[in-house]
């Protein structure tokens, strides 16, 4: 996915009200610009660190910039959730996730199971429906290793639950997460931080549903999935690392 033109490059002052960052332009002009992220952000929000905006000029928009990357553990950090979606379609087409790019149709947020929406429904006359479900990740505490979830998920669990029950129905599965940073070689699923997540996520494998993690190529000019890394199979008996 390339940016419709290339990102402005600031200094973040904080975020706040999970909406809003304050941010420092080169020259000095400060700005308040909108955070396309509602969740916690752990270890992306440090003061002082440098960050990436795009710039909208619809004149319906109360902020003209908006934030994109920042810049954590020598790397860098997409933080934008409306766009995994767009990346997992973009994999699936480039057939970096198993055979998915086979399936005849692709379809974005369809309705299913308990009253919620899935992600992406893949369907095949020859191969059926399968279901896939999304989550951002861009939390890492060891180096090398993505973790998700970075703050308690209850919908995330419920995710989970409903592709379980979508393969006891006779479908196929598939819990992508999409890890917004490039210096991560495998995914684990960061029990200390949501044990009920964790739960969830075991009864959904042992269920049937599959897992894949994507790890993208990050720039001021474009996030491009490049590829899978390893779910963590050992983490259903360890502990993540404590921070």
């Known amino acids: ?137 861009h939390f890492s505490r060891t180096r090398g290793v993505a973790e998700f979830p970075d703050s308690p998920t209850t919908r995330g669990a419920k995710h989970l639950e409903e592709l379980g029950d979508m393969v006891e129905a006779g479908h196929r599965a598939i819990m992508v997460y999409l890890v917004q940073r490039s210096d991560c070689d495998s995914l684990r699923i960061c029990r200390d931080y949501d044990p009920a997540y964790a739960a969830a996520f075991d009864r959904a494998m042992a269920r049937g549903v599959e897992a894949y993690a994507v790890k993208c190529l990050i720039s001021p000019t474009e996030i491009a999935p490049i590829g899978l890394i390893a779910v963590d199979d050992a983490n259903v008996a360890t502990l993540c690392t404590s921070a």
């Open 1 to 137: 996915m390339t940016f419709d033109r290339p990102l402005v490059p600031a200094t973040l002052v904080q975020r706040y009200k999970r909406f809003l960052f304050d941010a420092t332009l080169p020259d000095g002009t400060a700005l308040t610009g909108s955070c396309p992220n509602t969740g916690s952000m752990r270890g992306l929000t440090t003061p002082g660190s440098r960050i990436w905006m795009s710039e909208h000029d619809s004149p319906t928009r109360k902020y003209r910039q908006m934030l994109e990357i920042v810049e954590a553990d020598d790397t860098l950090v997409g933080i934008n959730t409306g766009l995994p979606n767009r990346l997992a379609e973009e994999a699936i087409r480039l057939g970096l996730i198993s055979d998915l790019h086979r399936y005849q149709s692709l379809s974005r947020e369809q309705k299913y199971g308990r009253n919620s929406r899935i992600d992406i429904l893949l369907s095949d006359p020859v191969r059926g429906s399968a279901y896939v479900e999304v989550k951002n990740v």
